[in-house]
């Protein structure tokens, strides 16, 4: 059991929560694993089984701090410049250039 397992209720029961009766409800009701309600009640409980999980690429994380080392990481791809927007007046000065031309 990791502290980031998720247990989903398996039976719906009445419980007391700080002294209200609460009720967990089954397939719905999840905790953590270590949450109070799982060390009371484990057999109302169950480990949520995942069929897709998020893999984290760690190559390029220091250990200390967990965040990106820029030394390692993947340079960022060169930006390329924004196009100008034609004006209507940069607009009027290609069509004259292109008349003269011709």
Excluded at 9 to 28: D, F, H, Q, Y
Excluded at 45 to 66: A, C, M, N, Q
Excluded at 69 to 75: I, L, T, Y
């Amino acid at each position: 059991m990791t502290s980031s397992d998720i247990y989903v209720c398996k039976e719906s029961a009445m419980v007391p929560i700080n002294g209200v009766p609460t009720l967990l409800s089954k397939g719905e009701t999840r905790v953590r694993a270590g949450h109070e309600l799982l060390k009371l009640y484990p057999q109302l409980f169950e480990l949520i089984k995942v069929h897709y999980d998020v893999v984290e690429d760690t190559s390029t994380r220091t250990r200390d701090t967990g965040r990106t080392d820029a030394r390692k990481a993947e340079p960022a791809a060169e930006a390329k410049p924004a196009a100008k927007k034609a004006t209507p007046a940069a607009a009027k000065k290609a069509a004259a250039a292109k008349d003269k031309d011709e």
